[in-house]
């Protein structure tokens, strides 16, 4: 089962920019913060940004000034801006939310099953 859903991955030179979404199923109740982290191939999925639901953000330091995170609070949708791309902006990315699932009471964390995004030199 798919609880969220990522788009917008590819193949860019540096320099470029790409624009990432996500969607939350219907399936997820009560979508408190979201947000994007990424894995490079041999090290660990790390922070990219996130959003809170009143739009409070936190970026990675290596993003910072080069990415924006965004969200449609009442659509559940969450994006994120990338310019200035680097090589080392090469990963998958995930989309991550913490929501009520229906059936369960108590709020989980949720992954999206990742979007490639290759940055050449």
């Known amino acids: 089962q798919v609880q969220l859903a990522e788009s917008g991955g590819g193949v860019v030179q540096a320099g470029g920019s790409l624009r990432l979404s996500c969607t939350a199923s219907q399936s997820l109740f009560g979508v408190d913060t979201m947000g994007w982290y990424r894995q490079a191939p041999g090290e660990q999925r790390e922070l990219v940004a996130r959003?809170?639901?009143?739009?409070?953000?936190n970026y990675a330091d290596s993003v910072k000034g080069r990415f924006t995170i965004s969200r449609d609070i009442a659509k559940n949708w969450v994006w994120l801006q990338m310019n200035s791309l680097k090589p080392e902006d090469t990963a998958v990315y995930y989309c991550n939310c913490d929501a009520y699932m229906q059936g369960l009471w108590t709020m989980q964390n949720f992954w999206g099953q990742g979007t490639q995004v290759t940055v050449s030199s």
């Open positions: 959003i809170t639901r009143d739009g409070r953000t």
